[in-house]
Nanobody
Framework: QVQLVESGGGLVQPGGSLRLSCSPSRSDSSANTVSWYRQAPGKQRELVATISRAGGAGGIIYTDSVKGRFTISRDNAKNTVYLEMTSLKPEDTAVYYC?????????????????WGQGTQVTVSS
């Protein structure tokens, strides 16, 4: 079964850092455009950052509230997308979700579908 798997969440003090990772569950699948979203209690899910398969400055966007503090990157050889979060604030507390378009073969048939990860909790608190 193909899915996206996140890791790296946890509890951190204000000003601290965390790195989230997102990878497909099957190594033979390929991640194309990947985004990180977050959802705080009582709030709508919001887009945090997006990276195209090629990456690079032209293929990355951030929501204004994380610019200069978060960095999205990817290692296509490892089939992994990262979200490096620094200078964390209490308002960054949320469940962080990875979303991406995955290409894969199943029973010889090609698929490209959009998947969500299960989410990873990030809590910023002293």
């Amino acid at each position: 079964q193909v899915q996206l798997v996140e890791s790296g969440g946890g509890l951190v003090q204000p000003g601290g850092s965390l790195r989230l990772s997102c990878s497909p569950s099957r190594s033979d699948s390929s991640a194309n455009t990947v985004s990180w979203y977050r959802q705080a209690p009582g709030k709508q899910r919001e887009l945090v950052a997006t990276i195209s398969r090629a990456g690079g400055a032209g293929g990355i966007i951030y929501t204004d509230s994380v610019k200069g503090r978060f960095t999205i990157s990817r290692d296509n050889a490892k089939n992994t997308v990262y979200l490096e979060m620094t200078s964390l604030k209490p308002e960054d507390t949320a469940v962080y979700y990875c979303n991406g378009d995955l290409s894969y073969y199943d029973n010889g048939r090609y698929y490209m579908r959009n998947f969500w990860g299960q989410g990873t909790q990030v809590t910023v608190s002293s």
